[in-house]
């Protein structure tokens, strides 16, 4: 199970720090993965990171996003710096259990859990 938190209100060139913590299961197994999904859109993937700690992230985010992982509390955070008006979104966690050498997957069907949204808003 996954709960993600975080999310809210924010001006946009603000930060925001997205968190989500994982309950049963080896979360050192797993690939995490956040995906965003706009009102009215299809969910995208944004960032993911590999069991190993080796990170992808959609163009749109390079250098203001930053994906990382605590194997030890559980938690896969997403830092967002510099937010833009387009990053408004519900925002997602998902979990990908694989082998150790498994590429981050980057679509919603590389990912078996989810976690509930967290709603990201950035006003101009």
């Known amino acids: 199970q996954l709960q993600a938190s975080g999310g809210g209100l924010v001006q946009a060139g603000g930060s925001l720090r997205l968190s989500c913590v994982a309950s049963?299961?080896?979360?050192?197994?797993?690939?995490m993965g956040w995906f965003h999904q706009a009102p009215g859109k299809e969910r995208k993937f944004v960032a993911g990171?590999?069991?190993?700690?080796?990170?992808v992230y959609v163009d749109s985010v390079k250098g203001r996003f930053t994906i990382s992982r605590d194997n030890d509390k559980k938690k896969v955070y997403l830092q967002m710096n510099n937010l833009k008006p387009e990053d408004t979104a519900d925002y997602f966690c998902?979990?990908?259990?694989?082998?150790?050498?498994?590429?981050?997957?980057?679509?919603?069907?590389?990912?078996?859990?989810w976690g509930q949204g967290t709603q990201v808003t950035v006003s101009s």
């Open positions: 998902a979990a990908d259990h694989t082998i150790l050498s498994a590429p981050i997957g980057r679509t919603e069907g590389n990912y078996e859990y």
């Open positions: 049963g299961g080896m979360f050192s197994r797993y690939t």
């Open positions: 990171i590999s069991r190993s700690g080796g990170t």
